[in-house]
């Protein structure tokens, strides 16, 4: 059975940086999303199995950066520059299949999740 296990999480201050992991073993496209206090869940970023294609939200972009290491199947989400909008709890998604890449955005496209792991960006 697959279980996506991530870490990293914390209280960090505007402008501040943390990394997220998740050992995502036995998936394929693997993506990070966030969900805010009474928001629905939001893509944040996403990477594309056996390759370095990768996609963002427009709210992360050059600020966020999503990589994985092959050898073992972790998933990083190294967060620079954080604004308290970053604030939300942090969700590693992995897919039982390779998909194309435009529904890697789509959160109903994931078949396993992580736990989730808060991130809060306050002063």
């Known amino acids: 059975q697959v279980q996506l296990v991530e870490s990293g999480g914390g209280l960090v201050q505007p402008g501040g940086s943390l990394r997220l992991s998740c050992d995502a073993s036995?998936?394929?496209?693997k993506a990070w999303f966030r969900q805010a206090p009474g928001k629905e869940r939001e893509f944040v970023a996403a990477?594309?199995?056996?390759?370095?294609?990768?996609l963002y939200a427009d709210s992360v972009k050059g600020r966020f950066t999503i990589s994985r290491d092959k050898t073992k199947n972790t998933v990083y989400l190294q967060m620079d520059n954080l604004i308290p909008e970053d604030t939300a709890v942090y969700y590693c998604?992995?897919?039982?299949?390779?998909?194309?890449?435009?529904?890697?955005?789509?959160?109903?496209?994931?078949?396993?999740w992580g736990q989730g792991t808060q991130v809060t960006v306050s002063s």
């Open positions: 036995g998936t394929y496209d």
């Open positions: 998604a992995g897919t039982a299949r390779r998909l194309i890449l435009s529904s890697m955005r789509s959160s109903i496209q994931y078949d396993y």
């Open positions: 990477v594309r199995w056996g390759t370095t294609t990768t």
